[in-house]
């Protein structure tokens, strides 16, 4: 049986961790440089050295991104920077640019090389010309149907060469991430990890000799978001992608909540093993669980057509949420039967929750009963962090979360 890896964001250690618990096969990560996003707290070297022994341990794999797109000024940080790393064990190196690529090689010796979807490979020529580079993985741009993409896989199959694309998570408005609007409008640089996410603001139109008029691009007193794309959500279409021959399915999302990595990550393993398993693929479902973290509305991006209007929102920002994060279970009492959680969002005696965990698993409970740290009882948990306590007859695990739909 062809093994399929899911591949989930890691944007701290604690993301990492509940990547690798709700089923992750890899996560990929980066440091506090080099990475792409700038604005997530990443890792520090002393925590890549722990991450890379908690995944190894649990036999998974952990791949550093360092895709940003170089000028000179940044190439003297950039070989101080791999000199730091050398010594650690990644399984893997996300690159885009050619010339840091040379630099790793030079600096980190015989690594695997997994191509950036920054660097916009969409054709059987450039997967080519890359494996000739000593690319052992390709990151396949974003804007590619799955014909396309079937046919890159076919037409390279006498070659030791893998390929991996995104299913899950927001979309960028410019080609495979390449985008100069938040650099024009702020000054900050998406290519550098800096992105401001200008794609999502409101734009109206001014005529040249009409300073001062703005003219809504589309008829609404809000303006229109005309650069916002919906996110990318597949579930519907897993099977298909699987078909094309990739080896990794990935999703974004390194600026996410534990809640939304484990989430998604539950859901798509779940599809995953179905599917591999010859099993009906409970899309509906999985579409339902999937719909229950923040998003913005879904689109199946370029895989089966051109996104036309209907994958853009014209008319908010916002994301819909169906769902809200309520804590995360520290520990369980056998003997008291009693849940040991640390508040996330505001709740009560009298809600009805969800409690999930890996696997798939999950149960309804109704909040009777609630406990502070000095075990006395109190309505409602309204801290940021509380610890409290909530009495429960089905046992739970650390790391499993509470919810309220």
């Known amino acids: 049986m062809r093994k399929i890896e899911l591949l989930a964001?890691?944007?701290?250690?604690?993301?990492?961790?509940?990547?690798?618990?709700?089923?992750a096969d890899a996560v990929y990560m980066a440091g506090e440089v080099f990475g792409l996003r700038s604005q997530t707290k990443n890792f520090s070297l002393d925590d890549m050295k722990l991450?890379?022994?908690?995944?190894?341990?649990?036999?998974?794999?952990?791949?550093?991104?360092?895709?940003?797109?170089?000028?000179?000024?940044?190439?003297?940080?950039?070989?101080?920077?791999?000199?730091?790393?050398?010594?650690l064990a990644f399984d893997a190196y996300i690159i885009s640019d050619p010339g840091t690529i040379m630099l790793a090689r030079e600096i980190l010796g015989d690594i695997e090389i997994h191509l950036s979807t920054q660097a916009n490979t969409t054709n059987v020529a450039a997967a080519r010309f890359w494996h000739s580079q000593g690319v052992k993985r390709i990151i396949l741009a974003r804007e590619l149907s799955l014909i396309e993409i079937?046919?890159?896989?076919?037409?390279?199959?006498?070659?030791?060469?893998?390929?991996?694309?995104?299913?899950?998570?927001?979309?960028?408005?410019?080609?495979?991430?390449?985008?100069?609007?938040s650099n024009f409008l702020t000054g900050r640089d998406a290519n550098k990890g800096d992105c401001a996410q200008s794609c999502r603001w409101s734009y109206h139109l001014m005529e040249e000799k009409r300073p001062g008029e703005y003219l809504p691009v589309f008829e609404d007193e809000k303006g229109t978001y005309l650069y916002n794309s919906k996110d990318l959500c597949t579930i519907d279409i897993l099977k298909e992608i699987i078909d094309t021959g990739v080896?990794?399915?990935?999703?974004?999302?390194?600026?996410?909540?534990i809640y939304y990595v484990s989430s998604i990550v539950r859901a798509y393993r779940e599809g995953i093993d179905s599917i591999l398993a010859s099993k009906e693929l409970k899309s509906d479902e999985l579409f339902e669980e999937i719909a229950r973290v923040s998003h913005r509305d879904f689109t199946q991006g370029f895989f089966l057509r051109k996104p036309t209007e209907e994958d853009q929102l014209y008319e908010a920002r916002s994301y819909n949420r169906v769902a809200d994060f309520l804590g995360l279970v520290l520990d369980y009492d056998r003997e008291k039967k009693l849940i040991k959680l640390e508040q996330r969002n505001k709740f009560s005696i009298g809600d009805n929750v969800e409690i999930v965990g890996p696997?798939?698993?999950?149960?309804?409970?109704?909040?009777?009963?609630?406990?502070?740290?000095?075990?006395?009882?109190?309505e409602e948990a309204p801290h940021p962090q509380?610890?409290?306590?909530?009495p429960c007859d089905i046992e739970v695990t650390p790391m499993n979360l509470m919810r309220r739909t």
């Open 359 to 378: 696997g798939f698993s999950s149960f309804k409970l109704e909040i009777k009963e609630l406990y502070n740290e000095k075990m006395e009882p109190i």
């Open 51 to 87: 991450a890379i022994e908690e995944v190894h341990a649990k036999n998974k794999r952990i791949y550093l991104v360092l895709n940003i797109i170089p000028h000179n000024e940044d190439l003297v940080l950039l070989r101080s920077y791999l000199e730091e790393i050398k010594d």
């Open 247 to 257: 080896v990794s399915l990935k999703i974004e999302g390194r600026n996410k909540s």
């Open 386 to 390: 509380q610890l409290v306590y909530i």
């Open 150 to 181: 079937k046919e890159i896989v076919d037409g390279t199959r006498d070659l030791d060469l893998e390929y991996e694309v995104f299913i899950h998570g927001a979309m960028c408005i410019s080609y495979s991430g390449r985008c100069l609007i």
């Open 9 to 23: 964001p890691a944007g701290d250690l604690e993301k990492l961790r509940f990547a690798i618990h709700y089923g």
